[in-house]
């Protein structure tokens, strides 16, 4: 549980009253900005990688200033809960810096690794895809849960079974939701890992939900975490105080989640890495959790560029020098390519690499939603751990630079596998191989890729 979180729900009675448009187009914009320019913050457009160990200090001492300078805005209350120096120093100084994920022979720990630490980054891939047809889904999980280089898979949602739509806060996203759990058990028996880390209840979108997806049984403290993220630029409400309380009563991990939007509030990569560390330590003080997941985006609906990928690791590093959690970030390039996609390969890659040499432990959603776009994500990963923070910064501009090819017409799932063995034909294992020939060329060699 939360260091903090009896406090936090007290201090949402008692906290300085402010309506939610003050708080959000006055105090936080203007708090942004006073501590971006105290901290002398500035990202160089031409860097997709932050590697200054000095700079990650200076954003994470900007993020827990924005902590503490502006707090929590509590949306059902309108009143903002704020925290002590002493306190969130106390909330680090109790943090666990490991987490133990799956069970039985799938079971992992994910432990500190700095910036050119020879021990790889876990990844966990998108397991189905966006339908709401059920067999299609679960071929899509198998497909990812067979590779070698699966450390565990994060369900992706599910947009309705049959003609149940999921709507939030009704029963039907409920059933949604233990559709997913129930398809995603399935498969990974069937791919022969029944203990695989099955990632966070994808298609619940309301507490009520996510509790049900755990009572069931289907999802559970040993094969699933629960979500307690901040909702975004520094609010939360009950919900995820209840989310918080429910993990600590039933034992499940916290799932410390940030993904702040560039360019509404934020104007850039440096105020949307201080709000990840601002949000982590409100998330530590009020969760208690270890595993967290820090990703930017763009309002614009990207996920790649130089200006998310600073950000992504200079938060990142910045945790690294400063927390020590574990820490994932995305690993693919957000919008759905295609299979055979040049640009979802090279931006898979760029992902892999940059949260290498950041001193990540993992990637979620990494690759894609078949198994040879997950065992790309997989192997890049373990390919890039020996890098130095250097040599991964500058093959992270090579990829950025290499010509692509255009993408190609959408190819359904069906006409890439084997549905029989769910073994991939030879247009998808060439599109692979194609890769592996690049990136030897690259200079980043890797046992098991062959020509």
Known sequence: MGKLLWETIQRTTTGPVMSEEKFETELFPSALADIQARHRLEWDPDEPVMIDPDMADAVFAAGKELLLEVGLYCKNTRRIVKYTEDEIEGVIAEARQEVTLGFDRQEITLKQRGPGDPQRLYTFFPAGALTNNVESYKNHAISVMMEPTCDGVIPIPLYAVGDKKNIADSPAQTLVCLTEARIVNEAAAWAGKPGLFLGIPMSATTPLTLMSAFTSGLYHKRNCVLPVQIIQDMRIDYDRLNLAFFAEQQGIEPWMSCSPAMYAYLTGPEQAAMEIIAHTLGMLAYAGGALTQAMSVSVHGTYIGN?????????????????????????????????????????TAAACISASVSGMEGLWLAGGSTGLEARWAGEMARAAAHLTPKEGSELVKKIAAAPREPDPAPVSFHKLYDLATMSPNQAAIDHYKKFTRIFKDLGLDYATWTD
């Open 307 to 347: 200006d998310i990928s600073w950000c992504n690791t200079a938060a990142g590093l910045a945790a690294d020098r400063n927390l020590g959690l574990p820490w994932v970030t995305f690993g693919s390039m957000g919008n759905p390519a295609g299979a055979l996609s040049d640009e979802s390969f090279y931006a």
